[in-house]
Protein backbone atom coordinates (compact mmCIF):
# COMPACT_ATOMS: atom_id res chain seq x y z
CA UNK A 1 0.00 0.00 0.00
CA UNK A 2 1.03 3.70 -0.64
CA UNK A 3 2.41 5.45 2.76
CA UNK A 4 1.12 8.55 2.83
CA UNK A 5 3.71 10.68 5.49
CA UNK A 6 2.27 13.95 6.78
CA UNK A 7 4.45 16.71 8.56
CA UNK A 8 4.30 18.08 11.03
CA UNK A 9 1.73 16.06 13.12
CA UNK A 10 0.60 18.95 15.04
CA UNK A 11 1.94 22.99 14.45
CA UNK A 12 1.16 25.74 16.20
CA UNK A 13 -0.07 28.72 14.46
CA UNK A 14 -1.51 32.50 15.13
CA UNK A 15 -4.57 34.16 13.44
CA UNK A 16 -2.72 36.09 10.39
CA UNK A 17 -0.31 33.47 10.25
CA UNK A 18 0.85 31.27 6.60
CA UNK A 19 0.59 27.53 7.36
CA UNK A 20 2.63 25.16 5.43
CA UNK A 21 1.69 21.19 5.67
CA UNK A 22 3.15 18.56 3.83
CA UNK A 23 2.11 15.50 2.41
CA UNK A 24 4.77 12.97 0.84
CA UNK A 25 3.84 9.64 -0.87
CA UNK A 26 6.06 6.47 -0.53
CA UNK A 27 5.68 6.21 -4.44
CA UNK A 28 4.33 7.97 -7.59
CA UNK A 29 0.81 9.38 -7.39
CA UNK A 30 0.37 11.55 -10.10
CA UNK A 31 -1.57 14.25 -9.04
CA UNK A 32 -4.19 12.04 -7.34
CA UNK A 33 -3.77 13.54 -4.15
CA UNK A 34 -6.78 15.74 -2.39
CA UNK A 35 -6.78 17.96 0.95
CA UNK A 36 -9.65 17.34 3.34
CA UNK A 37 -10.37 19.89 6.58
CA UNK A 38 -12.39 18.23 9.72
CA UNK A 39 -12.84 20.46 13.06
CA UNK A 40 -13.78 18.46 15.75
CA UNK A 41 -16.84 16.31 15.94
CA UNK A 42 -17.74 17.59 12.66
CA UNK A 43 -17.41 15.39 9.34
CA UNK A 44 -14.44 16.05 6.84
CA UNK A 45 -14.57 18.82 4.24
CA UNK A 46 -12.90 18.88 1.31
CA UNK A 47 -10.32 21.79 0.72
CA UNK A 48 -8.35 20.75 -2.66
CA UNK A 49 -8.78 18.20 -5.00
CA UNK A 50 -5.96 16.59 -7.46
CA UNK A 51 -3.56 18.23 -5.95
CA UNK A 52 -3.54 22.07 -6.73
CA UNK A 53 -7.64 22.63 -7.49
CA UNK A 54 -9.58 24.62 -5.16
CA UNK A 55 -13.02 22.84 -4.10
CA UNK A 56 -15.84 25.32 -5.29
CA UNK A 57 -16.85 27.66 -1.76
CA UNK A 58 -13.65 27.09 0.22
CA UNK A 59 -11.58 30.50 0.74
CA UNK A 60 -8.90 31.31 -1.49
CA UNK A 61 -6.46 31.34 1.14
CA UNK A 62 -6.60 27.69 0.93
CA UNK A 63 -4.21 26.20 -2.14
CA UNK A 64 -2.56 23.47 -2.49
CA UNK A 65 0.68 22.19 -4.89
CA UNK A 66 3.28 19.66 -5.98
CA UNK A 67 3.41 16.58 -8.09
CA UNK A 68 5.01 13.97 -6.24
CA UNK A 69 6.37 13.20 -3.93
CA UNK A 70 5.66 15.67 -2.13
CA UNK A 71 2.22 18.02 -1.69
CA UNK A 72 1.75 21.34 0.01
CA UNK A 73 -1.73 22.57 1.36
CA UNK A 74 -0.90 26.15 2.43
CA UNK A 75 -3.07 28.48 4.77
CA UNK A 76 -2.60 32.26 4.37
CA UNK A 77 -3.61 34.77 6.36
CA UNK A 78 -4.74 31.66 9.04
CA UNK A 79 -8.69 32.56 10.55
CA UNK A 80 -10.10 31.14 13.51
CA UNK A 81 -12.32 28.69 11.75
CA UNK A 82 -9.29 26.92 10.49
CA UNK A 83 -7.91 25.55 13.85
CA UNK A 84 -8.83 21.84 12.79
CA UNK A 85 -7.39 18.56 11.89
CA UNK A 86 -6.10 18.28 7.85
CA UNK A 87 -5.56 15.49 6.00
CA UNK A 88 -4.34 14.31 2.51
CA UNK A 89 -5.92 11.19 0.56
CA UNK A 90 -4.08 9.41 -2.60
CA UNK A 91 -6.97 7.79 -4.40
CA UNK A 92 -4.08 6.34 -7.37
CA UNK A 93 -4.19 2.98 -6.22
CA UNK A 94 -5.98 1.10 -4.49
CA UNK A 95 -6.12 0.91 -0.97
CA UNK A 96 -6.69 4.01 -1.35
CA UNK A 97 -5.03 6.15 1.90
CA UNK A 98 -4.79 8.97 3.92
CA UNK A 99 -1.78 10.78 5.69
CA UNK A 100 -2.15 10.54 9.56
CA UNK A 101 -3.50 13.84 9.93
CA UNK A 102 -1.83 17.33 11.00
CA UNK A 103 -3.65 19.09 13.50
CA UNK A 104 -3.68 23.40 13.67
CA UNK A 105 -3.44 24.64 17.63
CA UNK B 1 -29.90 20.29 -1.45
CA UNK B 2 -27.32 17.86 -1.81
CA UNK B 3 -27.29 15.57 1.10
CA UNK B 4 -26.01 12.27 2.60
CA UNK B 5 -27.85 10.90 5.77
CA UNK B 6 -26.45 7.29 7.50
CA UNK B 7 -27.85 5.45 9.48
CA UNK B 8 -27.77 1.75 11.41
CA UNK B 9 -24.84 2.48 13.68
CA UNK B 10 -24.79 0.73 17.20
CA UNK B 11 -23.44 -1.77 19.51
CA UNK B 12 -23.37 -4.77 18.52
CA UNK B 13 -21.38 -7.65 19.88
CA UNK B 14 -17.84 -9.42 18.58
CA UNK B 15 -18.24 -11.88 15.60
CA UNK B 16 -21.68 -9.71 14.95
CA UNK B 17 -23.30 -8.47 11.78
CA UNK B 18 -24.45 -4.87 11.33
CA UNK B 19 -25.81 -2.97 8.05
CA UNK B 20 -25.13 0.52 7.29
CA UNK B 21 -27.59 2.88 5.17
CA UNK B 22 -26.29 5.98 3.55
CA UNK B 23 -29.84 7.95 1.94
CA UNK B 24 -28.68 10.44 -0.92
CA UNK B 25 -30.63 13.37 -1.89
CA UNK B 26 -30.00 16.20 -4.32
CA UNK B 27 -27.81 13.18 -6.55
CA UNK B 28 -28.12 10.12 -7.49
CA UNK B 29 -25.63 7.04 -5.96
CA UNK B 30 -25.82 5.76 -9.34
CA UNK B 31 -24.21 8.47 -11.58
CA UNK B 32 -21.47 8.69 -8.65
CA UNK B 33 -19.02 6.22 -7.65
CA UNK B 34 -19.47 6.48 -3.63
CA UNK B 35 -17.29 5.37 -1.01
CA UNK B 36 -17.09 4.48 3.18
CA UNK B 37 -14.56 6.29 5.15
CA UNK B 38 -14.23 4.97 8.96
CA UNK B 39 -12.85 6.94 11.80
CA UNK B 40 -11.76 5.15 15.11
CA UNK B 41 -12.24 7.08 18.58
CA UNK B 42 -9.71 9.46 18.41
CA UNK B 43 -8.04 8.29 15.55
CA UNK B 44 -6.95 9.84 11.74
CA UNK B 45 -9.16 8.55 8.43
CA UNK B 46 -9.13 5.45 7.14
CA UNK B 47 -10.59 4.57 3.94
CA UNK B 48 -12.82 1.20 3.83
CA UNK B 49 -14.83 0.94 0.25
CA UNK B 50 -15.70 2.33 -3.32
CA UNK B 51 -18.82 1.36 -5.41
CA UNK B 52 -17.77 2.85 -8.91
CA UNK B 53 -20.93 3.58 -11.14
CA UNK B 54 -20.44 0.69 -13.16
CA UNK B 55 -20.84 -1.72 -10.10
CA UNK B 56 -16.99 -2.25 -9.26
CA UNK B 57 -16.35 -2.53 -5.71
CA UNK B 58 -12.84 -2.33 -3.97
CA UNK B 59 -11.66 -3.07 -0.19
CA UNK B 60 -8.96 -2.08 2.48
CA UNK B 61 -7.20 -4.91 3.20
CA UNK B 62 -8.52 -4.59 7.11
CA UNK B 63 -12.47 -5.50 5.98
CA UNK B 64 -11.73 -7.25 2.80
CA UNK B 65 -13.80 -10.69 3.17
CA UNK B 66 -15.94 -9.06 5.73
CA UNK B 67 -17.61 -6.48 4.36
CA UNK B 68 -19.94 -5.74 1.36
CA UNK B 69 -20.78 -2.48 -0.42
CA UNK B 70 -23.23 -2.34 -2.60
CA UNK B 71 -26.16 0.25 -3.20
CA UNK B 72 -29.92 0.49 -4.05
CA UNK B 73 -30.46 2.64 -7.44
CA UNK B 74 -34.29 2.90 -6.91
CA UNK B 75 -33.78 4.09 -3.56
CA UNK B 76 -31.00 6.67 -3.97
CA UNK B 77 -28.82 4.55 -0.92
CA UNK B 78 -25.61 3.16 -0.35
CA UNK B 79 -24.92 0.50 1.96
CA UNK B 80 -22.39 -1.21 4.07
CA UNK B 81 -22.88 -4.86 5.44
CA UNK B 82 -20.60 -5.93 7.78
CA UNK B 83 -19.99 -9.16 8.99
CA UNK B 84 -17.51 -11.04 11.99
CA UNK B 85 -17.04 -7.67 13.54
CA UNK B 86 -14.27 -7.10 15.83
CA UNK B 87 -13.45 -4.47 18.86
CA UNK B 88 -10.83 -2.92 15.80
CA UNK B 89 -14.45 -2.01 13.39
CA UNK B 90 -15.18 0.31 16.30
CA UNK B 91 -15.42 3.82 14.55
CA UNK B 92 -17.55 6.44 12.96
CA UNK B 93 -18.56 5.40 9.79
CA UNK B 94 -18.81 8.11 7.39
CA UNK B 95 -20.31 7.68 3.51
CA UNK B 96 -18.86 10.10 0.55
CA UNK B 97 -19.23 11.10 -2.68
CA UNK B 98 -16.78 10.71 -5.42
CA UNK B 99 -13.29 12.77 -4.79
CA UNK B 100 -15.33 12.87 -1.08
CA UNK B 101 -16.74 16.31 -1.91
CA UNK B 102 -20.28 15.38 -0.24
CA UNK B 103 -20.03 13.78 3.62
CA UNK B 104 -23.03 12.40 5.90
CA UNK B 105 -22.63 13.24 9.58
CA UNK B 106 -21.35 10.15 10.36
CA UNK B 107 -22.87 7.11 12.27
CA UNK B 108 -21.51 5.25 15.25
CA UNK B 109 -20.77 1.51 15.47
CA UNK B 110 -19.28 0.24 18.92
CA UNK B 111 -18.52 -3.55 18.76
CA UNK B 112 -18.00 -4.63 22.75
CA UNK B 113 -19.29 -7.66 24.43
Known amino acids: AIQMTQSPSSLSASVGDRVTITCRAS??????LHWYQQRPGKAPQLLIYRASSLQSGVPSRFSGSGSGPDFTLTISNLQPEDFATYYC?????????FGQGTKVE | EVQLVESGGGLIQPGGSLRLSCAAS????????MNWVRQAPGQGLEWVSVIYTGGRTFYADSVKGRFTISRDNSKNTLYLQMNSLTAEDTAIYYC???????WGQGTTVTVSS
Open chain 2, 26 to 33: GFSVSNNF
Open chain 1, 89 to 97: LQDYNFPWT
Open chain 2, 96 to 102: ARDTMDV
Open chain 1, 27 to 32: QVIRND
